[in-house]
């Protein structure tokens, strides 16, 4: 029985270990991306709990459920509710990380015919070829590289709109794509997986650059954050804009909670009225998003643009 007793200890101080950059709200990379890992953690203390109890453990099924409890409080975003969707939106985006896959990208461009959508955002795209700008021929103005190495985001669009220029952060940092359609910015993000302090660093200046940026006006910031609404990141943008995408909607790796993570996100400011879902799977690991706005925009010709082929 000894090997077992051992063993049950250790798996409890695993599961503790996972836990503790969460509850003591660590914020240095790597352990920061163990936050984003709540709901799993939250489940393995269930079952450790669970387990604990069949055994006659009372002491440690006591902790694993304060620890269930502390947990469950300190993430309203598992409990928080998104806006409704929007009756008869102005402007309809289709947003995906394609993985530098072509095939995705024309996966995606049929996703976005059915939605009719204006614009189509990609991150992580491919190298500019041919049969990429047959699958989105449909959406001839672009704004921003075509290039997989900047690790930026790619703003397909079906009319002339106004390109921003990129925020001015420091050499390194991924590249901040942003559009103007007349009454709405539009600033779309690929933040880098916060693995080091440095790439930490970068992923927070992003934000706070996105927060910046929508103090112009409406503005619709949108992107694969690498980052859960539970995460300090996440919540920088929170306490200023309303988040569109639901935080139990799992985009990444699996569609189901606990299984996979949200890490997609929309979000806008208090003034618009918009909507975002998580759309079908169309071959990359990341499910796309569609956003709904309400608000007329007005899409019309602008200084900036350029027509992708």
Same mark, same amino acid.
């Given at each position: 029985?000894?090997?077992?007793?051992?063993?049950?200890?250790?798996?409890? +101080?695993?599961?503790?270990? +996972?836990?503790?950059?969460?509850?003591?709200?660590?914020?240095?990379?790597?352990?920061?991306?163990?936050?984003?890992?709540?709901?799993?953690?939250?489940?393995?203390?269930?079952?450790?709990?669970? *387990?604990?109890?069949?055994?006659?453990?009372?002491?440690?099924?006591?902790?694993?459920?304060? %620890?269930?409890?502390?947990?469950?409080?300190?993430?309203?975003?598992?409990?928080?509710?998104?806006?409704?969707?929007?009756?008869?939106?102005?402007?309809?985006?289709?947003?995906?990380?394609?993985?530098?896959?072509?095939?995705?990208?024309?996966?995606?461009?049929?996703?976005?015919?059915?939605?009719?959508?204006?614009?189509?955002?990609?991150?992580?795209?491919?190298?500019?070829?041919?049969?990429?700008?047959?699958?989105?021929?449909?959406?001839?103005?672009?704004?921003?590289?075509?290039?997989?190495?900047?690790? !930026?985001?790619?703003?397909?669009?079906?009319?002339?709109?106004?390109?921003?220029?990129?925020?001015? %952060?420091?050499? !390194?940092?991924?590249?901040?794509?942003?559009?103007?359609?007349?009454?709405?910015?539009?600033?779309?993000?690929?933040?880098?997986?916060?693995?080091?302090?440095?790439?930490?660093?970068?992923?927070?200046?992003?934000?706070?650059?996105?927060?910046?940026? *929508?103090? +112009?006006?409406?503005?619709?910031?949108? !992107?694969?954050?690498? +980052?859960?609404?539970?995460?300090?990141?996440?919540?920088?943008?929170?306490?200023? %804009?309303?988040?569109?995408?639901?935080? %139990?909607?799992?985009?990444?790796?699996?569609?189901?909670?606990?299984?996979?993570?949200?890490?997609?996100?929309?979000?806008?400011?208090?003034?618009?009225?918009?909507?975002?879902?998580?759309?079908?799977?169309?071959?990359?690991?990341?499910?796309?998003?569609?956003?709904?706005?309400?608000?007329?925009?007005?899409?019309?010709?602008?200084? !900036?643009?350029?027509?992708?082929?």
């Amino acid at each position: 029985m000894a090997p077992v007793k051992d063993m049950f200890w250790i798996t409890g +101080a695993i599961i503790l270990l +996972a836990a503790l950059p969460a509850l003591l709200n660590i914020r240095t990379a790597p352990l920061e991306l163990l936050a984003n890992l709540r709901p799993q953690v939250i489940v393995l203390c269930i079952a450790f709990g669970c *387990a604990a109890l069949t055994v006659g453990r009372y002491l440690p099924a006591g902790v694993a459920a304060v %620890l269930v409890a502390v947990l469950l409080a300190t993430t309203p975003e598992l409990f928080s509710r998104v806006p409704p969707p929007v009756a008869q939106p102005a402007l309809t985006i289709v947003w995906c990380n394609v993985f530098r896959t072509d095939d995705v990208v024309a996966r995606l461009a049929v996703l976005a015919r059915k939605e009719a959508a204006d614009l189509i955002i990609l991150a992580d795209p491919p190298n500019d070829s041919a049969r990429t700008r047959q699958a989105l021929s449909e959406y001839p103005f672009v704004y921003g590289a075509m290039d997989p190495d900047e690790h !930026g985001a790619v703003i397909f669009s079906r009319s002339p709109l106004t390109g921003r220029p990129r925020p001015d %952060l420091p050499p !390194g940092v991924y590249p901040v794509s942003i559009i103007d359609t007349g009454e709405i910015r539009i600033v779309a993000m690929h933040p880098p997986v916060a693995l080091t302090p440095s790439r930490l660093r970068a992923s927070n200046l992003m934000m706070a650059a996105a927060v910046q940026e *929508a103090t +112009a006006g409406p503005t619709l910031v949108i !992107g694969d954050m690498n +980052a859960t609404p539970w995460s300090d990141r996440l919540r920088l943008l929170s306490s200023t %804009l309303v988040r569109l995408s639901p935080a %139990l909607g799992s985009t990444w790796f699996s569609s189901l909670p606990v299984l996979g993570l949200p890490i997609d996100h929309a979000f806008v400011t208090p003034d618009l009225r918009a909507s975002a879902r998580v759309g079908p799977g169309v071959g990359s690991d990341h499910l796309p998003l569609i956003v709904s706005i309400q608000q007329p925009a007005v899409v019309g010709p602008g200084p !900036g643009h350029r027509p992708a082929a």
